[in-house]
C-alpha cells in the first residue's frame, strides 16, 4: 500500500477487492439490493463522511466472484481519516469481511479510471468435472457431471482469440431513453488468451484475457465449450457461431457462481 | 461402488460422507435442530422407508466440515430401492448436494462400526495466515493476521506424539442420570502424527492422526500450537501441559469452520 499523503490535485484512490459474489445481486449499484459497490460505497460514507462515486473496471453479474476486480474514487483531504489510506483500508475490512475484502489500496493520478484505463481484464472459470459433487467446490465451480474432453474444448478456444464481434455470446445491453435512437453499441472484443487447464482433483480451469468482455460474454462461451467437452458440438462450429452473430446459435449460459474476475492490466 | 446385491445377512451399509459443517449444528442428532445425521437420516427414511440409526466414525462439532466422515447403518432389504446402493446413493445426492455429499457407498460385514471397528481418524486444521482476509477461504480456515513461526509450531507438536492423557486439551463429557456414579471416562488417546505444512497462498495445514480423539481435542492443541506460532508460549511447554490435566493451561480453542475430518483408517 502506498502510505504517502496525497496533495490537493492527487485525491484518487484505487482499491483492489476481492468478494465472494454469493450473497451479493452483483457488483453495481442497484436501488433496493444489496450489491458489492453499494455495500462499499455506504462503508466508505461511514468511514470517510463522503458520498463516493465508485468506478469498477468489470461490472459483475449477480453471483460473479472477484479477486481482483479495481475500483476508483475521488476522496476530497477534509477530514484526517481522508489522507490515510492504510486506516481506511483496514476500516473497510473491519466492517466488510469476510465477503469482501480490499487487497490493496493505493493513491493514484486524477486521470487513473478503473474502468477506462484498463488493457485486459482476467476471467477465470471453475468447472468440477467429477460424478459426484464437492461441498467445497459448490459456491465457486460449475458441477459438470458428465466426464469432459479437455483437448476438444481448448481445440475450439482458440476461435476465440483475436479481435471478432461476440454479438452471438452476449446480453445485448437494454436501449431505453435518449439511447434509443444511439446507434448499436459495438460488441467487437479483443481476446488475447483462452485457456483450459487441469487444476487436480476434478476441477477445470477456463482463463480468458480480453480488453473487455460484454455482458455474460464468458458465461456464454464457457457453456458452449462444456458441450463441445461433451462431444454434442464439434469445435470447429465455433467460427461459424461467431460470424452468425446470433445468440441462438451459441450453448446455454454457465451459471455465475463458477466465474470469478481476476485481475485487470493497466499501463505500467 | 460395490454393486453386490447383499445376502440375506449382509444389509450393512457404509458410506463416506463429505459436508460442509456451516448450515449444521454438528453431526450428531440433536433436538429442534439441523444436523448433518438428522438430514441423512430423514432422507434415508424417504429413500428407503426406513428409520435407520445412523453410527458415524466420528461426531464433529457445531460448524466442523467433514471430507471422510464414515458411517454404517442396517437396511432391511424388503423394498427393491433397499438392494441397490447405487441408487440410494444418486438420490441421496440428488436430496442433499451440494451442502452433503455421499463419496462413497458400500455393503460391509455386519460386524464392521463405523465408530468401533476404525483404527484411526485423520483430522486437518487450516489456518489462514496473511494479513487481509480472503472471501474464499472464509468458511474454510482460521484466519490469523499475526505471523506464525511455523518451525516453533511443528517443534511445538512433536510433543503430542505419543500416548498421552489429553485432559488438558479436552471438553470433560457432561455426566447426568445414572452415570454419574460411573468412573470418569479416559482421555488417552494415542496420536500417531502432528505436522505442519505451509500449503501455499498463506494456508496453513495443521495434520493430526489418532486413534481417536476426545471432545474439541484438536481445537483446544490448535489454539495452544498457533501461541507458540506467535511467541506467546515456548514449544517446550506442551509436555508441561500435558502432564498438568488441566484446562486452565492450555491455549483459547480455535474456531470449528477451519476443521475438517479428512479420513478414517479401518483394518483391512
Redesign the interface.
Known amino acids: 500500500m502506498n502510505e504517502e499523503t496525497p496533495g490537493p490535485a492527487a485525491r484518487r484512490v484505487r482499491l483492489v477487492v476481492?468478494?465472494?459474489g454469493e450473497p451479493f445481486h452483483g457488483f453495481a449499484i442497484s436501488a433496493g439490493v444489496s450489491t458489492v459497490a453499494g455495500t462499499l460505497t455506504d462503508a466508505l460514507r461511514q468511514i470517510t463522511g463522503h458520498a463516493v462515486v465508485l468506478t469498477g473496471a468489470g461490472r459483475t453479474d449477480a453471483g460473479v466472484?472477484g479477486?481482483g476486480q479495481v475500483v476508483t474514487f475521488d476522496l476530497p483531504a477534509d477530514r484526517e481519516i481522508n489522507r490515510d489510506l492504510v486506516r481506511i483500508a483496514k476500516s473497510l475490512?473491519s466492517m466488510l469481511?469476510?465477503?469482501?475484502?480490499?487487497?490493496d489500496a493505493a493513491w493514484v493520478a486524477p486521470d487513473f479510471d478503473a474502468r477506462f484505463s484498463a488493457l485486459w481484464r482476467h476471467y477465470r472459470y471453475r468447472v468440477l468435472n467429477t460424478p459426484?459433487?464437492?461441498?467445497?467446490e459448490?459456491?465457486?465451480s460449475w458441477?459438470v457431471t458428465t466426464p469432459l474432453d479437455l483437448r476438444a474444448m481448448q481445440l475450439a478456444s482458440d476461435a476465440f482469440i483475436g479481435e471478432h464481434d461476440f454479438s452471438a455470446f452476449c446480453r445485448r445491453p437494454k436501449l431505453s431513453g435518449p439511447s434509443k435512437d444511439a446507434p448499436e453499441p459495438s460488441m467487437a472484443r479483443r481476446v488475447i488468451s483462452a485457456r483450459w487447464s487441469d487444476a487436480g482433483s476434478g476441477i477445470l480451469h477456463f482463463e480468458i484475457r480480453a480488453n473487455a468482455f460484454c455482458q455474460q460474454m464468458v458465461r456464454s462461451i464457457v457453456g458452449t465449450l462444456v458441450e463441445v467437452g461433451m462431444h454434442r458440438r464439434r469445435a470447429g462450429e465455433m467460427t461459424g457461431i461467431l460470424r452468425s452473430g446470433s445468440r441462438a446459435m451459441a450453448g446455454h449460459i454457465a451459471p455465475p457462481h463458477g466465474l470469478c474476475l481476476m485481475e485487470v492490466g493497466y499501463p505500467t
Chains 1, 2 share one sequence.
Open positions: 476481492a468478494y465472494n466472484h479477486w475490512n469481511e469476510p465477503h469482501i475484502v480490499i487487497r459426484t459433487g464437492n461441498p467445497f459448490a459456491a465457486t458441477h
